[in-house]
């Protein structure tokens, strides 16, 4: 069975599906990964009902399921500031003007 940081994406079609997911699920989480380990790229906030996630399942097979796993890791937590007008962490880099305004990602 499942453990409560589980969950699958089913797949009641004939043929392979790639399909954006919208799911809640209760708990404090902030990554995903597939049955296989791999990082799922994934949009997620947390309020008062859990963890709301946005992902693209890839690859669901026809008649079939993928298992993912919910994850707190503090490392996707972090950020630095690298220098005056740049904030950074693992996924993106965002610089600043003079004024506080957003120059590039």
């Known amino acids: 069975g499942l453990k409560s940081n ?3 994406v089913w797949n009641f079609l004939g043929w392979n599906v790639d399909s954006t997911v919208s799911f809640c699920m209760k708990g ?3 990554s995903l990964t597939d049955e296989n380990g791999n990082i799922v790229p994934v949009y997620s ?3 008062e009902n859990g963890t709301h996630f946005i992902f693209e399942a890839a ?3 026809a008649y ?3 298992v993912y796993t919910a ?3 503090q490392d996707e937590m972090k950020s630095s500031i690298s220098s005056d007008y740049v904030l950074e962490n693992k996924y993106i880099k965002a610089q600043l003007d003079d ?4 120059v590039s990602i």
């Not at 004024?99 to 957003?102: A, C, I, V, Y």
């Open 99 to 102: 004024n506080g305004h957003l």
């Open 45 to 47: 906030t947390i309020d």
């Open 64 to 66: 079939g399921y993928r």
């Open 6 to 8: 589980q969950f699958a």
């Open 28 to 30: 404090n989480y902030n």
């Open 71 to 73: 994850h707190l890791t």
């Open 59 to 61: 690859h669901i097979p």
